[in-house]
């Protein structure tokens, strides 16, 4: 079945250039939205570092690698339109070819509830939310930043990991702490991934032939990071990250659900002070924390293999939480219609899909071994009342879309 992405900018002919901006690296993708295709994708690592490099690859396969010293984000930004307007490798004869910038920024605070055209007012906001993710906003905004730079004529938007769960209801966004300091500090369920658990669950409706507003979808993102959406007519009505990415389901690193005593106790016991007790529940806990091998999905699995009793363990504690959020939020929306995975992860990973379906025929979930492992986009047995999908994820794609469609509309 062809897969739709439905939205209402789909006929829009725009190129689009598509920017993830991190601490030292920009991943990009030049992106034509009518065809729904990247013409040019890569990357820029170690940007401020010695041996910065660029790899990039175009449609037709033709890359190439840069090293350089690239010593910030408007020199990185430089490069990759060096390179798109390069004759051997490019993909555009004049900047004026880029219609659109789009920019994934991570937080968009309770302020923005869909994308937006970039302005002085936007950027105002974006610098009040550094406060709320200190690692990522910061990088975006040099993103955005250095295009403004260097491409000064041209128009920019900005998509939020978060706007798509802030239309969850106060019962799934607070927590049980005094009311004050939600008020003074924000502090409440944020969620993040939103851009992929939008795009997947609407893909699933199109692949059921359904409009969204009829369907309660369960979506799962699994990769490095790892989160979960109650998908409700269309609208998230709650998510398994939180205030930070650090909440929810077990992940490569980063510990996920956690008696918050045990932080206090581990910071007493082991003399941590609050930065040190932050690495440890995000770099040196989850699939590495309890295995001891690997954060690497593909390595526990082959751990597993090998007999390695930690890592198995480690794959029980990761599809066993996944498996309790499947239940929650089937309760949360009284049903579920379908169960989709996406991410590295739950694309590829045929072991973690079939564990987690495992044990919840009762709720309709009934996983076909054969589809599974052919990596169909419908894995669900014939007649089941479920509908479980893998589904690749496209946040680039989204990016695209929205700036087109906002641009377009100017
Ligand atoms: P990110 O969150 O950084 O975008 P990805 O979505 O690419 O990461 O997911 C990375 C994860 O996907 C890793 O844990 C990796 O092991 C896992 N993965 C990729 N391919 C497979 C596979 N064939 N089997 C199991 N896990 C896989």
Redo the contacts with the bound molecule.
């Keep these: 079945m062809a897969i739709q992405f439905d939205n209402e900018s789909e006929n829009i002919n725009m190129k689009v250039l598509v920017l993830n901006s991190g601490s030292s690296s920009i991943k990009y993708q030049f992106i034509d939205t009518e065809q729904k295709f990247a013409l040019a994708k890569g990357i820029v690592e170690r940007i401020g570092m010695s041996g910065a490099v660029l790899s990039h690859t175009r449609h037709d396969g033709n890359n190439v690698r840069i090293v350089a010293e690239i010593l910030d984000h408007t020199m990185a930004i430089e490069y990759v339109l060096a390179v798109m307007l390069s004759k051997n490798h490019g993909v555009i004869e004049d900047k004026s070819d880029i219609d659109a910038v789009g920019h994934r920024v991570v937080h968009g605070g309770e302020s923005f509830s869909g994308s937006v055209l970039m302005t002085d007012e936007v950027m105002k906001v974006l610098q009040e939310n550094i406060e709320l993710a200190p690692l990522h906003n910061p990088p975006n905004i040099k993103g955005i930043q250095a295009v403004t730079r260097i491409m000064p004529e041209t128009k920019q938007c900005v998509v939020f990991d978060t706007a798509f769960h802030i239309k969850m209801p106060p019962r799934a966004y607070l927590y049980g702490i005094p009311y004050e300091l939600y008020k003074r500090h924000k502090i409440r369920r944020y969620g993040f991934h939103g851009t992929s658990h939008r795009y997947v669950s609407e893909i699933a409706a199109s692949m059921l032939g359904k409009p969204i507003t009829e369907l309660k979808i369960i979506t799962a993102h699994?990769?490095?990071?790892c989160s979960m959406a109650a998908v409700d007519k269309g609208i998230s009505v709650d998510t398994s990250m939180g205030f930070t990415p650090l909440e929810g389901l077990l992940m490569?690193t980063r510990a996920g659900d956690i008696d918050p005593s045990v932080i206090l106790y581990i910071m007493g016991k082991e003399g941590l002070s609050l930065s040190e007790a932050g690495v440890l529940l995000n770099k040196h806990s989850g699939?590495i924390g309890i295995s001891g091998e690997s954060?690497?999905?593909?390595?526990?699995?082959s751990a597993i293999g090998e007999g390695n009793k930690r890592a198995k363990v480690a794959f029980d504690v990761f599809t066993y939480r996944i498996k309790k959020y499947v239940g929650a939020y089937a309760a949360a929306m009284g049903g579920i219609d379908a169960l989709v995975f996406t991410?590295?992860?739950g694309?590829?990973?045929s072991?973690?899909r079939s564990t987690v379906c495992n044990g919840l025929e009762f709720l309709g979930i009934e996983i076909d071994e054969k589809k599974n492992t052919a990596k169909q986009n419908e894995l669900s047995k014939e007649g089941s009342k479920v509908h479980v999908l893998r589904i690749p994820t496209n946040e680039e794609l989204v990016i695209a879309m929205d700036t087109a469609e906002i641009v377009s509309a100017l």
């Design positions: 699994l990769g490095n990071g490569g699939l954060s690497d999905m593909r390595e526990i699995e991410g590295g992860i694309e590829n990973s072991l973690v």
